[in-house]
């Protein structure tokens, strides 16, 4: 199937996902709430504890809770995916002469509008609470530009156990043994500094402090750009590796 | 279990044929749910594959859709083969399955529309088709509505109505009443009547005697993997060729007398249905069905036992399925 037809048959499938979102604006909710939720507990709770004084913990802990409000956006993307596999849906778009990979892509360009509103959201209340951008309109403008790679490339990950998973409890279950590592395995809540030296090994490698650093630098305008080249690389690797894989075990699916 | 060869000839009009199938086989570990079936449709009739519960008649849809592999055989749709050009058979057909696979939190239109844009009609036609067909399945109103608030039976249609909205030459329809209401279930039928009338091919699943008696010109009896016979309602009914004759005495606590007359005469065993009240038994091959009524009618008078209703019927398909599969369609149950 050429690109243009599969590039065609996916914007269509997106257009499904956000109708969808205009139907019912409450699934919306949980993904526009946990952010609320984390900013104000974290930043009250632990911010003098981390940083002795809330408003410097305000500045490091925004772009990181940004981050997880993406993956747990790609959380609810995999539940999502998994439910409309069982509905049958799914074997309809699959007896349709489009291309076999135009439901998964079509599923993660119409979540990604979901994916941007988390993003918008958690810095929204961060500007609220005083959080200011230092870094200019155009790092600001990367940093989103990061965040959505980011975002783009581990929902492949999400789709991959939609995809494989029998129940909605076991994309839960899969999808946090996977978040928590990944968020709190990192120095999103806490600098990698202050963490026992065995876990400072994991953090340093986790993508999503790499991802976390690079849009720290970028919205505060601080030095340390060199996380950018290394998170978009981990961005194009989780892609080339999950991509293919989703797909995969999509077209099996039988 | 192992499966046997296939022991069907390719019919000399292989291409002429709109669903064909020769030897699929399809294993799920140790079941096998497929054991070497073969089918041939000719194209504008409506095809029955009556089965139990497990005899793999949506295995063979899902096949013949593409949405799944077989281990073994061959299968083709309008001559084109399922395997090597799934693509083009996708353009070809359309499914319905037992799941209705419509989108709850879209509406109605939006659900035709959806699949008239992923079957890339230019916009405007996208729409006109969305209406069209939603007018054809009687659903203009509830167009607008999320399908989340349908009932059973205009999911069903608009299911149907999806599955049509690129034109299919062939069409499946997995179950298609199954779970509907009588009267839904009589709207369904009207529905594939009339797209056999337009001259679409219809392969429908049922494990409703009844359904695929009145829908189809052919029926595929399958069991256990294999289809154990082919023909028309007529054919099957007349191949096991057995006659029935039923009766049913005005009053109710005769009908211990009137099982012993028929048994006499007949010379067959005599049964009584559940309710107790009518009488059947098989007439045994080369019987002559009046004389056999004339006897038991002088015998019942003699008796001065009065009937309701009396008569010579051709065996129900019911009867046919026990009489070709050694068991019965656990079909009664399923109701």
């Known amino acids: ?33 946990m952010p609320l939720t984390f900013v104000l507990t974290f930043v009250f709770l632990f911010g003098n504890a981390v940083s002795g004084d809330w408003h410097a913990y305000l500045r490091f802990v925004i772009p990181g809770i940004a981050i997880q409000a993406l993956m747990f956006a790609s959380l609810g993307s995999a539940l999502a995916l998994n439910t409309d596999l069982r509905d049958g849906v799914y074997d309809r778009f699959r007896s349709l002469p489009i291309a076999r990979s135009a439901p998964l892509i079509g599923h993660i360009l119409g979540d990604s509008v979901k994916y941007a509103l988390s993003v918008v959201l958690v810095f929204a209340i961060g500007a609220a609470l005083g959080f200011r951008f230092g870094g200019g309109v155009a790092a600001a403008v990367g940093a989103a530009g990061l965040m959505m790679a980011f975002a783009l490339a581990t929902c492949w990950i999400g789709v991959l156990i939609g995809v494989v998973a029998r129940t909605a409890e076991t994309v839960q279950a899969l999808s946090m043994v996977l978040i928590f590592p990944l968020t709190f395995g990192s120095n999103v809540f806490v600098p990698t500094a202050k963490l026992p030296g065995w876990l400072q090994v994991w953090v340093r490698i986790n993508p999503v402090t790499q991802v976390s650093d690079a849009v720290r630098s970028l919205t505060l305008g601080l030095p340390g750009a060199g996380s950018v080249p290394s998170s978009l690389a981990w961005s194009a690797g989780i892609v080339v590796v999950f991509a293919p894989l989703a797909v995969l075990a999509y077209r099996r699916r039988g | 279990m192992t499966s046997p060869p296939s022991n069907s000839v390719r019919p000399a009009s292989a291409r002429s044929n709109a669903i064909e ?113 939603l007018e054809r399945f009687g659903l203009a109103e509830a167009g607008g509505r999320l399908v989340r608030t349908y009932s059973g039976g205009m999911r069903r249609r608009l299911d149907v109505a999806a599955s049509l909205v690129g034109t299919p030459a062939v069409l499946f329809l997995d179950e298609p009443t199954t779970g509907l209401d009588p009267r839904s279930r009589g709207d369904v ?9 337009g001259g679409t ?35 099957l009914k007349a191949k096991v060729g057995r006659q029935t004759i039923e009766l049913r005495p005005v009053e109710r606590d005769r009908a211990g007398d009137v099982e012993e007359i028929v048994a006499d005469v007949t010379g067959a065993t005599a049964v009584r249905d559940r309710e107790g009240g009518l009488v059947s038994a098989a007439l045994p091959l080369g019987s002559r069905a009046g004389a056999v009524l ?39 149950a399923a109701r």
């Open chain 1, 1 to 33: 199937m050429n690109p243009m037809r599969t590039a065609r048959h996916s914007v269509t499938l997106a257009w499904r996902t956000i109708v969808k979102f205009r139907h019912t604006p409450d699934q919306l909710l949980d993904i526009l709430l």
């Open chain 2, 21 to 133: 199938t020769e030897g699929l086989v399809k294993r799920y570990g140790e079941t096998t749910a497929l054991a070497g079936l073969d089918l041939a449709v000719p194209p504008g009739s409506v095809w029955g594959l009556l089965g139990p519960n497990g005899a793999g008649k949506t295995t063979v849809i899902r096949i013949l859709s593409t949405l799944l592999r077989p281990d073994a055989g061959h299968a083709s749709i309008c001559g084109v083969d399922v395997l090597r050009r799934p693509e083009r058979v996708r353009a070809l057909i359309g499914l319905t399955g037992q799941f209705a696979a419509v989108d709850e939190a879209l509406t109605g239109f939006e659900n035709l529309l959806l699949v008239a844009r992923l079957l890339e009609l230019p916009g405007r036609r996208a729409r006109e088709r969305a209406g069209e067909l």
């Open chain 2, 189 to 197: 039928w009207d529905l594939v009547r009339g797209l056999a009338a």
């Open chain 2, 201 to 235: 091919t219809v392969l429908l699943t049922t494990q409703y005697l009844e359904e695929a008696d009145q829908l189809s010109q052919g029926i595929s009896v399958i069991d256990h993997g294999r289809v154990v016979e082919t023909g028309t309602p007529a054919q």
């Open chain 2, 294 to 332: 004339a006897a038991v009618a002088a015998r019942l008078e003699t008796a001065g036992i009065e009937v309701a209703e009396i008569g010579v019927r051709l065996a129900s398909l019911d009867e046919v399925f026990l009489a070709l599969t050694g068991h019965d369609a656990p079909v009664e």
